[in-house]
């Protein structure tokens, strides 16, 4: 197979930088030497990748593009509202401006510019009408017309300003993770996202084109244009007789074509057999969903004014009271003040952003505060489950407070 | 006038509380009713205010994958047999009529909702069989749908929210088995 010129997207890979460097996604083989050099070219990967993206100078801008990362079911793009729609494929470029839309039991992953994914779910029509790299600001909005969508917005060294637009609201999601869903019923809600699902994603496509790349006729050992991208390669080291890699015993290395493959082969199999990702087949498992936390929208209340009660000193204690009280119940533990063990220091979190705010009360100050309770779930729980329902308790005890009127112990 | 209420009472009573039911001119699974038209039909469901038998059927049979078993077949099913399939699957009785654009009740929906997520219900139900109202209030108890009657319509985007959040909890019950 003829090696084609293709060109690592270093943002993508620098997803796979952050991924990998993450200590949550440690590598924990046997050969702990193998599982540093892996480390050492993520991070090689990573400083490679922010060079790429770099500020602009002031007034400059640059349009940015999306790419299509996996495909399930039905779904269909095209370039304006007067174009016809086009099968969505793997690998398929999008323009701002372009529209989306999935059938039933569908979804399409894209990646969004340098900062961000993006996985539109079932029954849902999304439109991209701006992604810009202007000066030191990455400004990116996906407009939401019906159904839901996944969003993963990764700090890369510039200012992130993600807006996710509905017909009812528009939100802004800074460096972070978060599900927004538009629907007959409940208007916007804000969900979890499904973080898992989308970092399969990425990582299956980023490895499904290093591997595009490295098997040609030219190998990593012969053609080091980019000796960061070989690096990944590199590092893996000749296999053992019968690991994992699965290699040819009687190969001693020396055919330099072979070494190529095998060894990013070599560093896939680590990795897959880390984290069991099934890279090479052609529907990966994606692991399954959690119940979501929501925010719904409030019976008369837009997300702005539900911040506004939330930041009303009379309320503040009273939902955090309910609050704590609610996590007790989910999760028993003991305590001094509040009994639930860090909920004072969120609760003096929350309580310097009302105090601080200053201006009319915008639908993603709601953001900032549900932003504030999920960092807090996370660090308590490890389980994606156990972490929707924490901040699920919290959305509860805001309703309860709001609706029922919550007196302070 | 007041001594006339109780006579338009015994009259209503009489003749029966029957309410009439909206009727469009046509269904969106008119020209959009192949598999491949699939996002298309979605587009124009969305579009209404209120969803019709025959669009009702169309998209919970594409819940329930049954359109798809057929797709060899001829894709663009008709109205009666979707009908048909309805009945085998217990979502209408057997001797009720159904007018494709007359517009679909809750009951209906939720009927179809339940037997396709396989929701046992309640007590009544366990007993009784499903029925409009128990598989309504069990989708409201669910938080699937908010509080409405049996009797009462859907538009197009709640009707595509009801089958997504229906999709959803096939998702989730699919990973739990």
């Known amino acids: ?409 | 006038m007041a001594a006339l209420v109780p006579l338009l009472l015994l009259v209503l009573m009489a003749g029966g509380c029957t309410i009439e039911r909206m009727v469009h001119d046509d269904s969106a699974a008119d020209a959009l009713g192949a598999l491949d038209d699939e996002l298309d039909f979605w587009d124009e469901v969305a579009t209404r205010h209120s969803v019709t038998n025959n669009d009702a059927l169309h998209g919970l049979l594409l819940l329930a994958g049954v359109s798809e078993e057929n797709e060899t077949e001829n894709d663009d099913i008709s109205f009666s047999r979707r009908l048909r399939l309805a009945r085998e699957r217990g979502w209408i009785a057997e001797d009720r009529e159904l007018p494709p654009n007359e517009t679909a009740t809750v009951g209906l929906m939720a009927m179809a909702v339940c037997e396709i997520l396989e929701i046992p219900g309640g007590l009544s139900a366990r007993v009784f069989g499903p029925s409009p109202r128990s598989c309504t209030r069990e989708l409201i108890h669910r938080r699937m749908i908010p509080p409405r009657t049996d009797n009462q319509a859907l538009s197009g985007l709640e009707f595509i929210d009801l089958v997504g959040r229906s999709e959803d909890h096939l998702g989730f019950r699919a990973a739990q088995q």
């Open chain 1, 1 to 409: 197979m003829r090696r084609t010129s293709f060109t690592l997207s270093l943002t993508v890979v620098g997803v796979l930088a952050g991924i990998l460097s993450s200590p949550s996604l440690a590598v924990t083989t046997a050969n702990e030497a193998r599982a540093e050099a892996l480390r050492q070219a993520a991070e090689e990967l990573r400083e490679e990748t922010e060079k790429q993206v770099q500020p602009l100078a002031e007034g400059q801008t640059k349009v940015l593009k999306a790419v299509v990362m996996q495909v399930k079911g039905r779904a269909q793009w095209r370039t304006d509202a007067k174009a016809k729609w086009k099968k969505a494929a793997v690998k398929d470029v999008l323009e701002p401006g372009a529209m989306i839309r999935t059938g039933s039991k569908s979804y399409l992953a894209l990646r969004v510019g340098h900062n961000a994914s993006v996985l539109v779910d079932r029954s849902s029509r999304v439109t991209l009408p701006e992604i810009v790299h202007a000066g030191e600001t990455l400004r990116t909005t996906v407009q939401i017309k019906r159904g839901r969508a996944d969003f993963k917005v990764d700090r890369v060294g510039l200012t992130n300003d993600f807006s996710v637009v509905t017909p009812s609201t528009t939100l802004a999601v800074r460096g972070t993770a978060m599900g927004v869903d538009y629907g007959g019923f409940g208007g916007t809600k804000i969900t979890a996202a499904r973080t898992n699902a989308l970092k399969s994603i990425e990582v299956t496509f980023l490895l499904n084109q290093a591997t595009f790349s490295m098997s040609g006729g030219g190998t990593s050992s012969d053609d080091k244009q980019n000796p960061v991208e070989s690096g990944l390669g590199d590092t893996g080291g000749p296999d053992d007789p019968g690991s994992e890699g699965g290699t040819d015993p009687t190969d001693t290395g020396m055919n330099p074509e072979n070494r190529g493959t095998r060894q990013v082969d070599t560093s896939v199999q680590t990795m897959m057999a880390v984290e069991n990702l099934p890279i090479f087949e052609e529907d990966p498992v994606i692991p399954p969903d959690v119940p979501d936390f929501e925010f719904p929208d409030f019976p008369g209340l837009s997300f702005g004014e539900a911040a506004e009660f939330i930041c009303d000193a009379d309320e503040t204690f009273s939902i955090f009271s309910e609050y704590d009280f609610l996590l007790n119940e989910d999760f028993p533990s003991e305590g001094e003040g509040f009994s639930f063990p860090g909920l004072d220091q969120l609760y003096f979190d929350v309580d310097t952003f009302c105090f601080e705010h200053q201006g009319p009360w915008l639908d993603q100050d709601l953001v900032e505060i549900v932003s504030m309770v999920q960092a807090f779930c996370e660090t308590h729980f490890t389980v994606q489950e156990d972490v929707n329902l924490c901040v699920s308790d919290f959305a509860e005890a805001v309703i309860s407070t709001y609706e029922g009127g919550q007196s302070p112990p």
